[in-house]
């Protein structure tokens, strides 16, 4: 963390070059000259980068430094920033400086924040994210894994034939059938529940091995309920993350990762 309210000090320059140093003001004193207060936002009024994010130069001796201006905000307020934080923004207003409107998070915080508020690149400039058979590997094609999971559904083929058929290792081909890659084509989590339900028709009624002592409901330790798995798979849907589901119900993140894509709790749809 910096000192913010010791006076900085910089080189002296002159005709024969640098030499002493001088005394300027403190980072604390300089901050608060750049910053015009409205009713809402704290606008910074300095030196800003092409984002709209505002930044303060520290003077030290034969060092000099950019700051964030959010960053140097947060810490005159509230004390030192652990490591590996960001300093985010509630108001979603790059030149705020406002304290109430910042907040700590990680880096995969502030991606999600970007996504829930529309400014992620993959949803202002989709055209410049490389996703499904743009990616310079990807072997199939959205037509190609339409077709994958038609031929699955309809049975009398594997998932190692499917691989063979269309170039890829059988572990892809199983990804693509059953939505763990290729989510965004339609239909992906709907085709695991029909494919569920037609190819294994005796799993659904009687559970696995034809017992239906082996359901999960009738496992002593089993730690969810029927109402749980409905509940976590509905709002996998609607976009929640495995992790935040996990953290909520108590379980590990493998645990929901297998519930969603119907690895567990088979007769639940």
């Known amino acids: 963390m910096h000192d913010y309210d010791t006076p900085q000090f910089k080189t002296k320059a002159s005709s024969h070059g640098y030499h002493g140093l001088k005394q300027v003001k403190s980072i604390a004193e300089r901050f608060w000259e750049k910053v ?4 809402t936002c704290w606008f910074w009024v300095g030196s800003r980068s092409a984002k709209g994010y ?13 700051l964030r201006a959010s ?3 947060w810490e005159i307020h509230f004390g030192e920033i652990p490591p590996s934080r960001y300093v985010l923004h509630h108001c979603d207003n790059p030149p705020c400086v406002r304290p109430d409107h910042l907040f700590l998070g990680t880096n995969s915080d502030n991606q999600r924040d970007s996504v829930r508020k529309g400014r992620h690149g993959s949803i202002t400039k989709p055209q410049r994210t490389a996703r499904g058979e743009r990616l310079p590997q990807s072997r199939l094609t959205e037509k190609k894994v339409i077709e994958m999971r038609k031929r699955y559904l309809a049975g009398g083929v594997t998932y190692q034939e499917l691989g063979e058929a269309y170039g890829v290792g059988h572990v892809t081909a199983l990804r693509a059938v059953t939505g763990v ?8 989590l709907v085709l695991l529940k029909e494919h569920w339900a037609k190819r294994h028709p005796d799993r659904i009624r009687t559970g696995w091995h034809h017992n239906p002592s082996t359901r999960a409901k009738h496992i002593s330790s089993a730690i969810l309920t029927e109402g749980n798995v409905r509940e976590i798979r509905h709002r996998y849907e ?12 108590g379980v590990a993140p493998m645990t929901v990762n297998r ?3 119907y690895r567990t709790w088979t007769h639940i749809l």
């Not at 890659?181 to 992906?188: D, N």
């Open 238 to 249: 609607a976009g929640e993350s495995q992790k935040t589901l996990a953290t909520e119900f």
């Open 181 to 188: 890659s290729w989510a965004k084509l339609p239909g992906a």
């Open 54 to 66: 505002g930044f303060l130069g520290c003077c030290a001796v034969h060092n000099f430094k950019l």
């Open 36 to 39: 015009h207060k409205t009713e």
């Open 259 to 261: 519930i969603v894509r």
């Open 71 to 73: 960053r140097v905000s």
